[in-house]
């Protein structure tokens, strides 16, 4: 049962999991703006496929902004839109019930 239980800690998120957290808090204002700052680069193909947060996020991967080993492109995102409040969950280290953010 211990055994299990370090396990459970050590797991990681996956990109798409980690993706669903932080893609979930953003609003509709937020995605219109980033898709409004992406107009240049996405396709207007690609931009009618982005309705909410995780599929900006998930767009942004098949770009090559966003990967498993670099969250920087995403945390300036965010912070051009005022969302810093979201840092917290760019990480893919699963977060252990009970712990509270001392940010």
Do not use: C, W
């Amino acid at each position: 049962m211990a055994q299990k239980a370090v396990q459970n800690k050590n797991e990681l998120l996956t990109l798409q999991e980690m993706f669903r957290i932080v893609g979930d808090q953003l609003t509709a204002r937020d995605v219109r703006v980033l898709r409004f700052m992406f107009s240049g680069i996405f396709t207007a193909e690609f931009l009618s496929q982005i309705h909410d947060g995780v599929s900006f996020l998930q767009a942004l991967e098949k770009v090559d902004r966003i990967d498993e080993s670099n969250f920087k492109n995403l945390e300036n995102y965010l912070r051009i839109i005022n969302r810093r409040d979201l840092y917290q969950f760019l990480s893919l280290r699963r977060r252990t019930p009970g712990m509270f953010n001392l940010y």
